[in-house]
T-cell receptor
Framework: KQEVTQIPAALSVPEGENLVLNCSFT??????LQWFRQDPGKGLTSLLL?????REQTSGRLNASLDKSSGRSTLYIAASQPGDSATYLC???????????FGDGTTLTVKP | GAVVSQHPSWVICKSGTSVKIECRSL??????MFWYRQFPKQSLMLMAT?????????EQGVEKDKFLINHASLTLSTLTVTSAHPEDSSFYIC????????????FGPGTRLTVL
């Protein structure tokens, strides 16, 4: 059974800082991994999707890496802004199970 | 990219009534759709896997008679919460599986259910 853990559970940083969110998973036989953003009371916004054959994906100030062998992914946010404040979720998709498993999320607060 | 919609986006109902939530894949066919539930300040938990033309597979602890799932076509799955109670108040999110070379799940925007 796939288990996904996100550390830290909450993070508060001043505006402008670079930061890293962590996601680890127990079953390395994944097909892909997605990072999502969720604002309070809202649905999921897909940020980055990394296929199992890829090492990283970049979009603007976001960079996600994947190390399948060690069961880890990181989401790097550069020059954080107050608008980045949200909960960030990672989801691991296993083809053999045919479904995604979510971590509990990291709640990020960027202070002006 | 692949788009998944949900309707309604939010619903308020009285205790004891039934509520139906629709999930549609707008620009692709999905043989498999998934229903997740998210309680406040918690992550998404898979409720059931819905395969077109067959019965849904429910995760442990999810009552199949309470959460009725119908996947009648390749673009539509419905979740009916029967005899809803306040403890069923939650955020319900569906996803649709796009198979093939770029096999992945695409998620809907979610439906917020409040049972009074």
């Amino acid at each position: 059974k796939q288990e996904v853990t996100q550390i830290p559970a909450a993070l508060s940083v001043p505006e402008g800082e670079n930061l890293v969110l962590n996601c680890s998973f127990t079953d390395s036989a994944i097909y892909n991994l997605q990072w999502f953003r969720q604002d309070p009371g809202k649905g999921l916004t897909s940020l980055l999707l990394i296929q199992s054959s890829q090492r990283e994906q970049t979009s603007g100030r976001l960079n996600a890496s994947l190390d399948k062998s060690s069961g880890r992914s990181t989401l790097y946010i550069a020059a954080s802004q107050p608008g980045d404040s949200a909960t960030y979720l990672c989801a691991v998709y296993n083809t053999n199970a045919g479904k995604s498993t979510f971590g509990d999320g990291t709640t990020l607060t960027v202070k002006p | 990219g692949a788009v998944v919609s949900q309707h309604p986006s939010w619903v308020i109902c009285k205790s004891g009534t039934s509520v139906k939530i629709e999930c549609r894949s707008l620009d692709f066919q999905a043989t498999t759709m998934f229903w997740y539930r998210q309680f406040p300040k918690q992550s998404l938990m898979l409720m059931a896997t819905s395969n077109e033309g067959s019965k849904a597979t429910y995760e442990q602890g999810v009552e199949k008679d309470k959460f009725l799932i119908n996947h009648a076509s390749l673009t539509l799955s419905t979740l009916t919460v029967t005899s809803a109670h306040p403890e069923d108040s939650s955020f319900y999110i569906c996803s649709a599986r796009l198979g093939g070379p770029k096999d992945t799940q695409y998620f809907g925007p979610g439906t917020r259910l409040t049972v009074l």
